[in-house]
T-cell receptor
């Protein structure tokens, strides 16, 4: 089992461009969570998705950010018209079930740098 | 809303010694879960230990143990016989019984001195 795979590991964008971050959960996991980590801070929850459904997006900024988890393929976190404040590490985690007793498995994150 | 506070931005300890990292949290719930995660320079988030609030017994994983004080809303991590590989950022996290998301503290950077 390859674990949670995130790519790219590093992404550089200029202000105004779009950023697409991909997350392939562990095999058999249908629950995906996205977190953002600003420099020298803890991770902040953004969104929780199951296959083809957004369950909780309470941590997502209202504009420019969107997430999806299609029936086939990885989960995508999309940031339109990036600004310098979007520079952060974005982490994806997955679990097989929505149960607090289930262990969350994290990817190694994507470091987004906005020039 | 729940909050998690780690009051020690940095800690250091001599190799083979014991170190304790502090964490306090605020919640009105009675059922929840607490975690300690380790983040080495590779950025990978690694679960160190987990505690269910309904369990009075403190969780232990090899050299890692917690001191869970539910009434005081305190959840400290003790690392015994510190090793160089323990150097990392350590994050305390909270999860409600009925919620999906983790609430993280600000982190403590642990340095191990040889």
């Amino acid at each position: 089992n390859a674990g949670v795979m995130q790519n790219p590991r590093h992404l550089v964008r200029r202000r105004g461009q779009e950023a697409r971050l991909r997350c392939s959960p562990m095999k058999g996991h249908s629950h995906v969570y996205w977190y953002r980590q600003l420099p020298e801070e803890g991770l902040k929850f953004m969104v929780y998705l199951q296959k083809e459904n957004i369950i909780d997006e309470s941590g997502m900024p209202k504009e420019r950010f969107s997430a999806e988890f299609p029936k086939e393929g990885p989960s995508i976190l999309r940031i339109q018209q990036v600004v310098r404040g979007d520079s952060a590490a974005y982490f994806c985690a997955s679990s097989p079930r929505d149960n607090p007793r289930e262990k969350l498995f994290f990817g190694s994150g994507t470091q987004l740098s906005v020039l | 809303a729940q909050t998690v506070t780690q009051s020690q931005p940095e800690m250091s300890v001599q190799e083979a010694e014991t170190v304790t990292l502090s964490c306090t949290y605020d919640t009105s719930e009675s059922d929840y879960y607490l975690f300690w995660y380790k983040q080495p320079p590779s950025r990978q988030m690694i679960l160190v230990i987990r505690q269910e609030a309904y369990k009075q017994q403190n969780a232990t994983e090899n050299r890692f143990s917690v001191n869970f004080q539910k009434a005081a809303k305190s959840f400290s991590l003790k690392i015994s016989d510190s090793q160089l590989g323990d150097a990392a950022m350590y994050f305390c996290a909270y999860r409600s019984e009925g919620a999906q998301k983790l609430v993280f503290g600000q982190g403590t950077r642990l340095t191990i001195n040889p």
